[in-house]
């Protein structure tokens, strides 16, 4: 086998190992609190889909944005050299990348919500921010900030594509926090009474 093509392999395991070692840290550090509804023939605690969801909030989501953003930042300047140039260009590239940072805080701030509390609270946090980290912030990245940048906002095919793949994430992760035994049991049926 070709050494180049092998090297070109070699990021997916490395991938797979670091991911399965940080969801190992979140169980074990989120698994520290006991779950709100003491019932133990519920299934509850970090794991399961939960897990994928805080793992994907916390760390893949926003990974995977800011390959995604750099890899078509880089696309657009290599097709267009003199873009790196325009004035315009470079607040858009600030711009995006700045609301990008926010979007990042945001699903990392659910992610970690999930994992620290046992509260319906932060359930009810985490559905608002990933709607809001989803699509919303598709129309502020995709809509917004080009109209404000350029005067105009064309989006792209693959806009609508991503904008109704969004809506539906945000919407079967909404149904899971609402309807699993597991977030349930985890973190209690309605918020404590103060």
Request: with cysteine; net charge positive.
């Amino acid at each position: 086998m070709d050494s180049t093509l092998l090297l070109s392999f070699l990021p997916l395991p490395i991938f797979i190992v670091i991911a399965w070692a940080i969801s190992r840290a979140i169980k074990k550090a989120a698994n520290k609190h006991p779950p709100a509804t003491p019932d133990q023939s519920a299934i509850s605690g970090i794991g399961g889909w939960l897990l994928l969801l805080i793992l994907g909030l916390m760390f893949l989501g926003p990974l995977m944005g800011a390959g995604r953003i750099n890899l078509d930042f880089m696309s657009v300047e290599s097709q267009y050299p003199n873009l790196k140039t325009v004035a315009a260009w470079g607040t858009f590239k600030s711009s995006t990348w700045l609301t990008f940072l926010l979007v990042s805080c945001l699903s990392f701030y659910a992610g970690i919500g999930l994992v620290k509390s046992r509260n319906i609270l932060v359930v009810k946090r985490a559905k608002i921010i990933i709607w809001v980290i989803g699509p919303a912030a598709s129309i502020l990245l995709g809509i917004l900030i080009p109209l404000l940048v350029f005067g105009k906002s064309d989006p792209d095919p693959k806009f609508v594509g991503s904008m109704i793949a969004s809506i539906v994430g945000a919407a079967i992760w909404t149904a899971y926090l609402s309807k699993s035994k597991r977030v349930l049991s985890t973190y209690g049926i309605k918020p404590p009474s103060t």
